[in-house]
C-alpha cells in the first residue's frame, strides 16, 4: 500500500460507518475489497497478467469457500449475488480494454469473451470438486495452494512459468523473471484459505456465506502484508457491522492515532533507515567489522519499522471500518529468549504455523509405534515449522538457512529451559541476580536474530557467509 492507497481507504472506512445504512456496510467492505484487490496489484511486464492475477485471487477465494461448505448447505439468495457481484467486477473491468475509463484499474484487461469463458470452465471445475468425497477435495484444494507457493515462491520455476506465459502472449521469453509473477497478496491469502481448509478437516469451521469468506480471504486492509486474521473472529466482527456507530469518536480517534504512528514508521523511520542498511551494495561497500555491525542494526530495526508500521496501518484502516484485527509485533528485540521473540514478531504468522505445522506434526510424530525421543521430535518440528516460515519468503538457501538457523534456536533455548526450569524459579528470591541475567537474556537473543537477519537480507550464500564472517573480523 502506498500513500494514495492508505488514505482512500482511510476516506472509505469513516464515510461508509457514517454514510450508509446499516445493513449494507458488510456488502460495501465486500465491494471494496474486491475492487481494492485489482488496484493493489502492480502493473507487470507480462500482458494482461496485472488483471489475470487479482482475477484468480479473487476466483480461488470462491473456490475456497465452495469446498469448505457444509455438505449439506445450498447456495442461497446472499450467495448468489455475492457471485455475481464478483463476476460482474471482474467483467467490468475488462471494459477498459474497449473505451477509456476514468479510473482503470488494470493495464490491460483481455477480451471479455475470454474472461467469460475461463469463469465458466471454473464453475465447471467447482462441480466436478463438488462430487467429489469432501476430504479429498479438502485435501485437492490444499495441495493445490502448496504447490502455487511453490511454484512463485521458487526463482527457478517462476522464470519457467514466466517463459511460458510470455510465450502465449507473444513477448518474447528470454526476457523472463521472478519479477513478472508479482502477485501482491498470494502468501497471505494462501495461508488464509488452507487455515478454512484445514478447520474444515477438523470440524472447528462454521458455516460462512460467500460474502462473509471472500471480505475475510481479500478485506483490503490486511491483504497484501497481515496481520493473518483466524475467519470465525473476523466474521464475528463482519456480522456486528451493523451495530457499528459510525459516530464513535474515541474509534475513530484510536484508529487515526494507529494509522499515524504506522506511517511514521514506514514512511519516515523504515524508509530513513533504509539508506544506511545492510543490503548487498552496502555489505560490498563496508570497510570494516564495525561498518558492517552498524549497517546490520539499521537493516534490524528498518525491519522491524517497516513490518510493525504496516501492520499499524492495517489494524488502524480495519478499525475504521469496524474490524479489529489481532496484534502482530509485541516489543521482539526486548524478549528475553527466542520463544518469546517468535510469540511477539509477526505474532500472527507465528501462531498459523504453529497451529498447523507444529502441532500436526508434533502428534503424528509422538503417535508412530516407535516414537522419536522427545528432543528429536522438538528439533524435527522447530525446523519444519521455521522452514515453512523461512520458505514463505521464498524458496531460496538464504531463506531456508534462516528458517534452520530460528529452528535449531528454538530448539537450543527449549533443551536448556527444560532443564534449567528449577534453577530459574529460584531466582525469585534473588531479584537483583534475576534482572541481571533478564537483561543478559535479552542481549542475547536479540543478537541471535541479528545475525539471522543476515541470511534473510542478502540473496547469495556466498556473500551472506562472507557477511557473517567479516562481522566477527575472520575474513576481509
Not at 488464509?192 to 471472500?214: F, K, M, P
Not at 464513535?248 to 484508529?255: G, L
Request: proline residues 5%.
Amino acid at each position: 500500500m502506498d500513500l494514495t492507497h492508505i488514505t482512500a481507504f482511510a476516506a472509505f472506512g469513516v464515510g461508509y460507518a457514517l454514510l450508509l445504512p446499516a445493513r449494507w456496510r458488510g456488502w460495501a467492505l465486500y465491494l471494496a475489497s474486491l475492487v481494492a484487490v485489482y488496484w493493489l496489484q502492480p502493473t507487470l511486464g507480462i500482458r494482461w497478467l496485472d488483471y489475470a492475477l487479482p482475477t484468480a485471487a479473487l476466483v480461488i477465494s470462491a473456490l475456497g469457500w465452495w469446498l469448505t461448505r457444509p455438505a449439506d448447505a445450498r447456495l442461497t439468495r446472499a450467495d448468489a449475488f455475492a457471485l455475481a457481484a464478483l463476476v460482474g467486477v471482474a467483467l467490468l473491468l475488462t471494459l477498459a480494454r474497449y473505451v477509456e475509463l476514468p479510473f482503470a484499474l488494470t493495464s490491460r484487461p483481455p477480451e471479455t469473451l475470454s474472461v467469460l469463458l475461463a469463469l465458466l470452465l471454473v464453475v465447471g471445475a467447482a462441480w466436478v470438486l463438488g462430487r467429489l468425497p469432501a476430504t479429498v477435495r479438502l485435501w485437492l484444494g490444499i495441495a493445490g495452494l502448496v504447490i502455487l507457493l511453490i511454484t512463485l515462491k521458487t526463482p527457478a520455476l517462476a522464470t519457467v512459468f514466466s517463459a511460458l506465459l510470455r510465450t502465449q502472449t507473444g513477448q518474447d521469453p528470454a526476457l523472463a523473471s521472478p519479477l513478472d509473477l508479482e502477485w501482491l497478496g498470494v502468501s497471505y491469502l494462501a495461508f488464509r484459505l488452507i487455515h478454512t481448509l484445514r478447520d474444515r478437516q477438523s470440524g472447528r469451521l462454521s458455516a460462512l456465506t460467500l460474502r462473509e469468506y471472500l471480505t475475510y480471504a481479500v478485506f483490503f486492509a490486511s491483504y497484501t502484508a497481515g496481520p493473518l486474521d483466524r475467519a470465525e473472529r473476523f466474521v464475528a466482527d463482519d456480522r456486528a457491522l451493523p451495530l457499528l456507530n459510525g459516530r464513535d469518536a474515541d474509534r475513530i480517534a484510536r484508529a487515526g492515532l494507529r494509522i499515524a504512528s504506522g506511517l511514521a514508521k514506514k514512511f519516515i523511520v523504515a524508509d530513513s533507515l533504509a539508506v544506511i542498511s545492510l543490503s548487498v551494495t552496502t555489505a560490498e561497500q563496508a570497510a570494516s567489522p564495525l561498518a558492517l555491525w552498524a549497517l546490520l542494526y539499521a537493516y534490524a530495526f528498518r525491519l522491524l519499522f517497516d513490518f510493525s508500521g504496516y501492520s499499524d496501518i492495517a489494524i488502524g484502516l480495519a478499525l475504521l471500518c469496524g474490524i479489529q484485527l489481532p496484534e502482530n509485533f509485541n516489543r521482539p528485540y526486548l524478549q528475553r529468549h527466542i520463544a518469546a521473540f517468535w510469540q511477539s514478531w509477526h505474532m500472527t504468522l507465528g501462531a498459523w504455523a504453529r497451529a498447523y505445522v507444529y502441532a500436526p506434526l508434533s502428534r503424528a510424530l509422538l503417535r508412530r509405534p516407535a516414537p522419536l525421543p522427545n528432543d528429536a521430535i522438538i528439533l524435527l518440528c522447530n525446523l519444519a515449522t521455521m522452514g515453512v516460515i523461512g520458505a514463505w519468503h521464498g524458496i531460496t538457501p538464504t531463506f531456508l538457512v534462516w528458517g534452520m538457523w530460528h529452528g535449531v534456536g528454538l530448539t537450543a533455548h527449549k533443551l536448556w529451559s527444560d532443564r534449567t526450569r528449577a534453577w530459574y524459579r529460584g531466582l525469585t528470591a534473588q531479584p537483583r541476580r534475576k534482572r541481571v541475567w533478564h537483561v543478559f537474556g535479552v542481549l542475547l537473543t536479540f543478537h541471535f536474530v541479528l545475525l539471522g537477519w543476515v541470511w534473510f537480507v542478502l540473496p547469495d550464500m556466498g556473500l551472506a557467509v562472507t557477511v557473517l564472517a567479516r562481522l566477527f573480523g575472520l575474513e576481509r
